[in-house]
């Protein structure tokens, strides 16, 4: 079983990367960006107040996140493996999956890390406001999701590393070209 953790700021392509290697490894696609947004529009309750956290450019909080990922956990048991992408994104949050894996007789694979600079992001990011009218990628709003990663997610990277579970690569080039890459390091992997 292969569990995987795609990490990267906002902008970096975890999304289109997650989706090809879901389908390529046939992995369980876990995106709380995406559970989020099926909640916003289907005006849940919970949808409601994510819409507010994330319009405010805030991370959702640790015991919301939890449990929709054990949730998906317990529905998804025999599958090949899992493929996390946004979450963990705090080192509160990445103890709490390894408790969840510890109790499914689990554990993280490895975390692959998307590097990108901060002018690519900016600019990826708008350009995505712009072709998708999405709210929460305005200008201002962009650069504090940034500065939110920086500071609450940039330690993941140490947590991992610890734990010998951490690889990063580039994440400009081509979607084909990045895809590859990640499939190399995936395909060397002991499970």
């Known amino acids: 079983m292969k569990n995987l953790i795609l990490f990267g700021p906002p902008g970096a392509g975890k999304g289109t ?13 876990i995106s709380t960006g995406d559970i989020f947004r099926e909640e916003i529009k289907n005006q849940t309750p919970l949808g409601l107040k994510i819409k507010s956290i994330i319009d405010d450019g805030e991370l959702v909080p640790d015991a919301i996140l939890i449990e929709i990922i054990k949730n998906v956990f317990e529905k998804h048991r025999n599958s090949n493996g ?10 509160a949050q990445a ?14 694979t490895r975390v692959l890390s998307l590097k990108v600079d901060e002018e690519e992001l900016l600019d990826r990011l708008l350009k995505r406001s712009q072709e998708f009218n999405r709210s929460d990628d305005g200008a201002d ?16 990277e140490d947590y ?3 734990k010998q579970k ?8 081509s979607v084909e070209e990045i895809f ?3 499939c190399a390091i995936i395909d060397n992997l002991k499970t």
């Open 180 to 182: 590859s890459s990640l």
């Open 17 to 29: 990367q997650a989706n090809l290697l879901a389908k390529h490894y046939q992995l369980i696609h």
């Open 82 to 91: 899992i493929l996390m992408d946004g979450f963990p994104r705090t080192v």
């Open 95 to 108: 103890e709490a999956l390894d408790e969840l894996l510890i109790s499914e007789h689990s554990e993280i």
């Open 141 to 156: 709003i962009i650069r504090h999701r940034l500065e939110v990663y920086a500071k609450q997610t940039f330690p993941l």
């Open 166 to 173: 951490y690889v990063s690569l580039m994440g400009i080039g």
């Open 160 to 162: 991992y590393i610890k």
